[in-house]
Each structure stands twice: as structure tokens, then as C-alpha cells.
């Protein structure tokens, strides 16, 4: 088991080394610098997009892990907007139907979690992209 987490230290490592290479954060530092600027014009309040944008760097640098999903609930929120039966469009039902009862119960719990977190994201993304 440490040689996994020691792979998996290194492979982080390597990624840290490669973003500062790449110059990543410079590139972070100088989009934030401009986003601030335009909040700031726009009479935002700068620590909330601060808040928004560092979290968004955070969530590229752990990889998003439900960038498909999400974006198939942004494509839904932009044709439709809020429907009220999204969990049931956003359910896989080849998978649902070969679940029992109960795995369907935490199926659904599931996809619920997942829909309210990718509408969260939708939603303070909205907020602060569609200033620029």
C-alpha cells in the first residue's frame, strides 16, 4: 500500500512541477488580476469572485471528477432551464432498470446529490461569466 500513495505523491508532484512550468499560475494570477478589475467596475464584490475563481482553479487542479455529468446538466439548465423533472432526465435508465429497489432508492439519492452540486457550480457560474 505506501508504493500507492508514494505513486500517487510523485504523480502529484510531477503535476505541480508541470503547472508551474507551464506558467499556470501566472496565468491564473494575471485572469484573476483582470477578473477582479471587471468585478470591481461592475461594482461586484471582489472577495466573492476572488472566492469564485480560486475555487475554480482548485477544482481544475483536483480534476473535476463529474465534468460529464455537469455538463449534460449545463446543457439541460441552458435549453430548458429548471425543469422539475431533471433527475429522471438526468437517470441512466439501462442502469436504473437493472437495479433492485433499494439501489434504485440510492441510485436516485445519488444523482439528486450530484444534480444539486452541478446546479450549485451552473449557478455561480452564471453569476460571475455572464459579467465578461
Do not use: C
Not at 500517487?8 to 503547472?19: D, G, I, L, P, Q
Not at 485572469?31 to 461592475?42: F, T, Y
Not at 429497489?101 to 450530484?114: K, N
Request: a neutral charge.
Amino acid at each position: 500500500m505506501p508504493k500507492v500513495e508514494e505513486k500517487n505523491f510523485r504523480s502529484v508532484a510531477r503535476e505541480a512541477k508541470a503547472r508551474l512550468k507551464s506558467g499556470f499560475w501566472e496565468h491564473y494570477r494575471e485572469d484573476l488580476a483582470g477578473n477582479l478589475a471587471r468585478a470591481k467596475e461592475e461594482g461586484l464584490n471582489e472577495s466573492k469572485v476572488e472566492r469564485y475563481f480560486a475555487g475554480k482553479v482548485t477544482y481544475t487542479i483536483k480534476g473535476g471528477e463529474d465534468d460529464a455529468f455537469y455538463e449534460k446538466v449545463k446543457a439541460l439548465l441552458l435549453a430548458e432551464g429548471e425543469v422539475s423533472d431533471a433527475i429522471g432526465r438526468l437517470t441512466d435508465r439501462e442502469e436504473f432498470a437493472k437495479l433492485g429497489y433499494e439501489d434504485r432508492q440510492r441510485y436516485t439519492l445519488r444523482l439528486s446529490e450530484r444534480y444539486l452540486r452541478a446546479l450549485e457550480r451552473f449557478r455561480r457560474e452564471q453569476e460571475f461569466e455572464r459579467h465578461g
